[in-house]
């Protein structure tokens, strides 16, 4: 596999429109979009973005991964894969399906196999698949998936009227976990860095740094002021207080 240099700013002008509105259900804007009932669910969180969960298995318990995808006339912009390995199709077909609209771009935020798992499948399928070097070096030592393209220093991406950025503020859930950041929209997908407010723990600490894991914390809400919304890689994605739960669950763990 061939890997490339990404530079700093990365533009992909793509011509902006509004995206087709077939949908599944009576009110697409609202409700959740069951893919393939239990395996892979897709629901709309605001103006062109989506959410996607798909399941896996963490210690014998199914446990959703939620993931994110963003709709452009020519093609939608995926952010990390789908757990399930046999959901890598039916979120490309469903994504077809509602948006008549292919993905062409796949970041994965760090190197677990609930973020990588497809990566590899989607290089195959024409999509062109992002991590960090980083990442790279470490899903290279862990025998996972590896991205196309390498991703040196935090990277604005332009496509179309939409702007977001790659930003890496340091170790946490583990050593190379970035989240992504649409100022304009005000959406922070933080992934596994980032814990749901139903979540009790920390959850996997196999890779984790849990004593730089809060000041990276505090420099992302630093950087990523009032965001509106923010997309924790497990469970509910519903509330802006993810960060501060976050931290709370960070503090409880080293007080411990």
Not at 37 to 42: E, Q, R, T, Y
Request: charged share 20%.
């Amino acid at each position: 596999m061939r890997y490339h240099c990404l530079p700093l700013w990365v533009i992909l002008f793509i011509g902006f429109a509004a995206y087709s509105q077939t949908s599944f259900s009576n009110n697409p804007d609202s409700s959740v979009f069951l893919a393939a009932p239990g395996k892979l669910d897709i629901s709309h969180l605001t103006g062109n973005f989506y959410i996607y969960t798909t399941y896996g298995m963490y210690k014998g318990t199914p446990v959703p991964a939620n993931g994110m995808y963003l709709v452009t006339p020519q093609g939608a912009v995926m952010f990390d894969t789908p757990w399930d390995t046999t959901q890598f199709q039916p979120l490309l077909d469903s994504i077809m399906i509602r948006h008549h609209k292919k993905v062409i771009i796949c970041i994965a935020t760090h190197f677990h196999e609930d973020r990588t798992n497809g990566l590899e499948y989607y290089r195959r399928a024409g999509i062109k698949t992002y991590t960090t070097r980083q990442t790279d070096d470490s899903s290279r030592a862990r025998n996972e998936k590896r991205a196309e393209f390498l991703i040196y220093k935090d990277t604005v991406f332009k496509v179309g009227q939409f702007s977001f950025e790659t930003y890496y503020a340091g170790p946490g859930h583990t050593a190379d976990n970035i989240v992504i950041w649409f100022e304009k929209e005000k959406i922070l997908y933080g992934g596994c860095l980032v814990k749901s407010i139903e979540a009790t723990d920390l959850g996997n600490l196999g890779d984790a740094n849990v004593k730089e894991w809060g000041p990276t914390i505090v420099r992302i809400q630093t950087k990523c002021i009032d965001p509106e919304y923010i997309i924790p890689g497990h469970d509910a994605w519903n509330s802006k207080e993810a960060l501060s739960h976050t931290l709370e669950l960070i503090n409880n763990y080293e007080h411990k």
